[in-house]
């Protein structure tokens, strides 16, 4: 029961990835351009304006990209994301490695093992999941989030 899912181009920048295969394998992520409706142009086409209490309410919560999960568990996920970014954001940003492992061991707890989650500044991957685990998220317009199972 597995899937195949990929997304983006091969440009490089930090990301963070909790793996929970056996086989140790790396994951295949590279960095890719912010989809267009999520630029920086946008941002600062708003700076010196107030935000919109609709667009403040999505910046709190992740924008789904793609998924196969159920609603019900991809609105888990997405609670688990924002509160494991949230808890690890400081003033000199998020701590990509200590959110991420987070989420994973909080996703093998709930559902069981081998939860993968990458987080960073826009990715691409290639990536085989099984059935329904497969979610690829933006939290705050900026921030990638890639979480599956294998």
């Not at 999505?58 to 793609?66: C, D, E, G, P, S």
């Not at 609670?79 to 003033?91: E, L, Q």
């Amino acid at each position: 029961h597995l899937s195949s899912a990929q997304f983006g181009s091969s440009h490089t920048a930090p990301v963070s990835a909790a793996c929970g295969s056996p086989f140790r394998e790396p994951l295949r992520l590279v960095a890719a351009p912010l989809p267009r409706h999520l630029n920086q142009s946008r941002a600062l086409e708003m700076a010196g304006r107030a935000i919109d209490s609709d667009l403040r309410k999505q910046m709190q919560r992740a924008i789904v990209k793609h998924t196969d999960m159920q609603d019900e568990m991809k609105n888990e996920v997405l609670d688990h994301i924002s509160g494991s970014i949230d808890k690890f954001a400081g003033a000199e940003g998020v701590n990509f490695e200590a959110a991420s492992r987070l989420i994973k061991e909080t996703l093998d707890k709930q559902y069981g093992f081998n939860w993968h989650c990458a987080i960073g500044k826009g990715f691409s991957f290639d990536v085989t999941a099984q059935n329904s685990t497969l979610l690829y998220a933006f939290y705050q317009t900026e921030l990638a989030i890639l979480v599956f199972k294998c």
